[in-house]
């Protein structure tokens, strides 16, 4: 696990080289153990490295025989001993026993399309020094982040937006990423907030050539063909998969953590973990009880880790607490992030590191397996109309009537009213927040686009229904939300996160279930309940969906309301021409009356604000006082 960084083009090494320090500072958080550096014509490579796997011999760049292929790898490669057997029966000499020095001769043998032989999450950067091109993957699913950009003549690279706005040249907000930012709560698809700095898409190949074309290549990793399988049959092979993939993802000579909330998928995580690793493993769950029932989450947490004899760290947080958490993670998490969870998240992500290297995440399940509230909504709203007709649907949607909502969901197709659960300014909303000449600019902008765009890709490949929506919501809210964040938040304090859901395994079962094994009797995640049923304590087992809580409305209605005030109406945020002065106070002037849904709009605008000030001004007038002293 690390940052990786590069620069490509640039005629002079010293200025490259100069380039690529000041990524790699950028980076040091996230590999604190080791530094590499490759320096060749046209091409600068480095690495930050949290040493997990091999911590003696692991050192990267790695290199092919003839040393004209360079790769730096971000990640875990979990088939790199059967992969090493095959290379090695091949011909292919290793260096050392990292799982990641794999990829530079899988590269060898198969070009751009390496990635497809790997079951892992990474970000490899692989410089062919022989074609003189560049050739930058991201895991199938997104779980290891990669972004690039266009510079001063070539391509630089890096894992995080930090290390790419530390090369100077700041770059203009991106308006359009700024809108889906607010609809999504996250800036989501290829292009960030940043004009020109853009995403390397999940399970894609990104190949950059000296004369500057660019190639972008679909990995595919077909999945095999299942048998119908019954829910028992169906149970157990999840079971067995599950714990396979767990027993993988703890490889390693470092210590390990559980992130547990008092739910089904961590603690399915901890009973895999704690059958390997007995009470050599750690847990550890935040909550806010001031704020709330937290006594049930955490007595049901306590539960879970006590049936292993795991002993868990119980983390308390207060409103000062989270105050203090929302102002350090807007810079830590390097973009725009709207979803309040993150505070949780960081308290313990800051406290894990403390005693362990690598922590094991729930994070993917409920995108697998339907475990947000609302995946059952196209069976409700079928019944609906089946019972009403088309001419009395259609008047109940035009009325004020209670059940009106229902009645419009009815008449518009489930492709093109399902955006992902992630929701919060809706296409009004945000028209309204925008002063006049920032809407002029996005007239014509569609964020709701990229859902449909997801939906009717599923939709064309066979998938049912449920499959679409699982579909919008790993390709527009897993990868660039829930996995951005679990990243940045847990890297902030040199931690690795993994995420056994995510694996290769799991990941084909779950997309050759039907639906009516993920969704039943208006539940979620009904197969993975089967399995927990045979696991965990009750209580656990049969939650609903809940996750680290954050009563963030609570917070911002109460003692955090002047502090938001005072970030949103300043002559700071006022100054940035974005927003409606009288539709920011608005929105704060609501969250008295109805915090549930406001509070959610403020936050959004909060995080917004906050790493506008934390990161973006920071790197502007970094890069202003570089051009006037001229350096």
Known sequence: MCGIAGVVGRESREVAQAELE??????????PDDEGTYFGPGAAIGMRRLAIVDPRGGAQPFFSEDRRIVAVVNGEIYNHAEL???????GHRFAGGSDAEVVVHLYEEHGPAFAEELSGMFAVAVWDSARRKLVLVRDPLGIKPLLWRRAH???AFASELRALLALGDVPPLNLEALDRYLLYRTSVGEETICEGIRRVPP?????????GRTELLHLGQPSPAFPQLTLDEATEELDRRLARSVERHLQGDQPIGVLLSGGVDSGLVLHYAAS??????RAYTAG?????????EFAVTEATARAYGVPLTRLEIDAGAAQEHLLMLTREIDEPNGDPTALPLRAIAQRAAQDVPVVLSGEGADELFAGYPGYDEPLVVGRFSRWLPMALRRTLAASRLPGRGLAARSLTPLGERYLGIGMCWQDGEREALYRPDVRRMLAGSHPGGLAAEAFASAAARGGDWLRSMLQVDREVWLADEALMKLD?????????AR???LDRSVVELADALPWNYKVRAGQGKFVLRQVARRHLPARAALRRKRGFPSPISRLLAGPMRDFAYDVLTGDTARNRGLFDGTEVQGALGRLRGRPGQDGRHVYVLLALELWLRQVYDVARSGAAAKADYGS
């Open 203 to 211: 399970g894609k190949a990104l190949v950059l050539h000296a004369d």
């Open 499 to 501: 995420v056994p859901y």
């Open 276 to 281: 390997l690793l007995g009470g050599s493993l």
């Open 84 to 90: 090493r057997r095959d290379l090695e029966r091949r």
């Open 488 to 496: 940045r938040l847990t890297m902030a304090f040199g931690l690795e």
């Open 288 to 296: 806010f009880p001031d704020f709330g029932d937290e006594g049930e």
């Open 153 to 155: 003549h070539g391509v």
């Open 22 to 31: 000041r990524m790699l500072s950028a980076l040091r958080h996230r590999g």
